[in-house]
């Protein structure tokens, strides 16, 4: 691979104060056990960050009260100091969504209907980061209702890849995934329906979680069969990916499709002997279009794979219902969500919404069983595929971050895109299979812009897409440099 694959950051090398922005989770959690630093000074630092890095990028937008804030980490920092450890998360700022309910503090959905939007509760994500001990430290931006691999409201604009101010950081998740890369928190809780996790991960040089349905439960939740849209951790290191899903993972008895295992299954060790283990290696998967540059940075992992012992085959399952399946699946969840508004807000939406929502409204009680019957016979298929290769590899997105002008990309590679889902297929082929999904970077572009590969594995192995992350980022040792946009600061 060329020296050009991981480069060295353009950036100046990080003041001592920056230091505690740039360390893992993992580390800070350490630090404070062994009490050479605090939950006071941890958050000043990131609030620091933010106020010098977030304006150019975007991410962030809506912070919580710094006051309480401060008063939440003095009082964390106060226990520890009587021996009381508060939890998983104990002092570590957390950022949530702006699709996710935080009493009192806006959420907005990224929605010009719901600007000034003020919950009165908080959604179960947020309780189980607060009981964990998290700061929740603020609100990463989304495209409205979450719809779209781009970040971009008219409440708050674009979120900015903070590799290259030029481009968009990827969505839904994009404000979580560019707060994440530029050390603004060194977690965020973000949500993944088509690759709203993996894609944003994939470009902003970090790792995102799609976790199996039901692994961390979504309540309240209006839809609580509905099982293509879930919540998940992102991190800046696989570990500290894992354990953010222990905290927000695990039974709570208010949904109906909840997995039972305990959070604390994610608390374990990651390492673990994968030589014998079987993984696929995507050769084109339904014949989707990928940059060259993607497939070579991928499939030159293979190598790392190898080493680990693992037995690295090239092959695809037939995934080519996802396309028939995925559309009507999501046409149905977004559209049952946007019907319970009124008409005169329902025009005030963006023209994609409308899009999903004419196709919404197009199905027929007979389309939705012949969707399932055939999302059923996908879920089939990927068994089938898996039994023979536990773990399957594929780059996370088929093109690198675009114009973040954009609303999104016309054509590529001489295929020309009529919806605004087109281009980012290969995540959501995956998301109706019903598999757990990791990304995690895997190198650089030429121009030295992120790029991503997703690990799936079998049917609720989250536990071990988890650990093969883990043993390849160990074994590939790359150094993730900080992102430009910090060099300055």
């Not at 939007?117 to 609100?139: E, T």
């Not at 014998?276 to 998967?285: D, E, H, K, N, P």
């Not at 149905?332 to 919404?353: C, F, N, T, Y």
Request: hydrophobic letters at 40%.
């Amino acid at each position: 691979m060329s020296d050009r694959v991981f480069p060295a950051s353009a950036a100046s090398k990080p003041a001592v104060s920056d230091g505690l922005c740039d360390a893992s989770a993992l580390t800070l959690l350490e630090m404070q056990r062994r009490r050479e630093v605090s939950a006071a000074e941890i958050l000043d630092a990131h609030l620091r960050r933010i106020h010098e890095v977030n304006p150019q990028v975007n991410a962030l937008v809506t912070l919580a009260d710094e006051a309480a804030l401060r008063r939440r980490a003095d009082d964390i920092d106060s226990q520890w100091a009587c021996g009381v450890w508060q939890g998983a998360l104990h002092g570590l700022p957390v950022s949530q969504k702006d699709l996710t309910a935080t009493r009192g503090v806006r959420t907005t959905f990224g929605s010009k209907l719901f600007e000034q939007h003020v919950p009165a509760h908080d959604a179960l994500i947020v309780r189980r980061c607060d009981a964990a001990g998290a700061l929740m430290i603020g609100k990463s931006n989304t495209p409205e209702f979450g719809s779209g691999s781009h970040t971009f409201n008219e409440v708050f604009g674009a979120t900015r890849n903070p590799w290259d101010l030029d481009k968009s950081a990827g969505g839904s998740s994009g404000g979580a995934a560019a707060s994440v890369a530029c050390g603004m928190n060194p977690l965020a809780c973000g949500s993944d329906m088509g690759g709203s996790l993996r894609n944003p991960a994939a470009w902003n040089g970090i790792v995102g979680l799609r976790p199996s349905p039901g692994r961390v439960p979504r309540a309240p939740d209006a839809n609580g069969w509905a099982t293509l849209g879930v919540d998940g951790p992102m991190a800046r290191n696989v570990a500290d990916a894992a354990l953010l899903l222990g905290a927000i993972a695990g039974p709570c008895g208010e949904t109906p499709t909840e997995i039972a295992e305990p959070g604390a299954l994610f608390a374990g060790s990651l390492q673990r002997d994968f030589r014998g283990t079987r993984v696929a290696f995507s050769s084109r998967l339904a014949g989707i279009a990928v940059d060259p540059e993607i497939e070579r940075a991928v499939h030159a992992q293979a190598r790392v794979f190898d080493a680990l012992g693992c037995e690295v085959v090239f092959a695809d399952p037939d995934l080519a219902d996802a396309e028939h399946v995925f559309r009507i699946e999501r046409a149905w969840m977004i559209g049952s969500l946007v019907q319970r508004l009124g008409d005169d807000a329902q025009a005030q939406l963006k023209p994609e919404i409308h899009d999903e929502c004419r196709l919404f409204r197009s199905l027929s009680a007979a389309d939705l069983g012949t969707m399932f019957e055939r999302k059923t016979a996908l879920f089939q298929t990927m068994r089938r595929f898996m039994a023979e290769h536990p773990f399957y590899v594929l780059p996370a997105t088929q093109m690198l971050p675009f114009d973040a002008d954009l609303r999104w990309p016309a054509s590529f590679m001489g295929e020309a895109y009529t919806t605004y889902i087109d281009w980012m297929r290969i995540c959501w082929y995956l998301s109706s299979t019903e598999s757990p999904v990791l990304a995690v970077p895997c190198g650089f572009s030429e121009s030295g812009l992120p790029i991503g590969m997703q690990i799936a594995g079998r049917y609720r192995d989250d536990w071990g897409v988890l650990q093969l992350g883990h043993a390849y980022e160990t074994a590939a040792a790359h150094r993730m440099p900080r992102p430009p946009v910090i060099g300055g600061v």
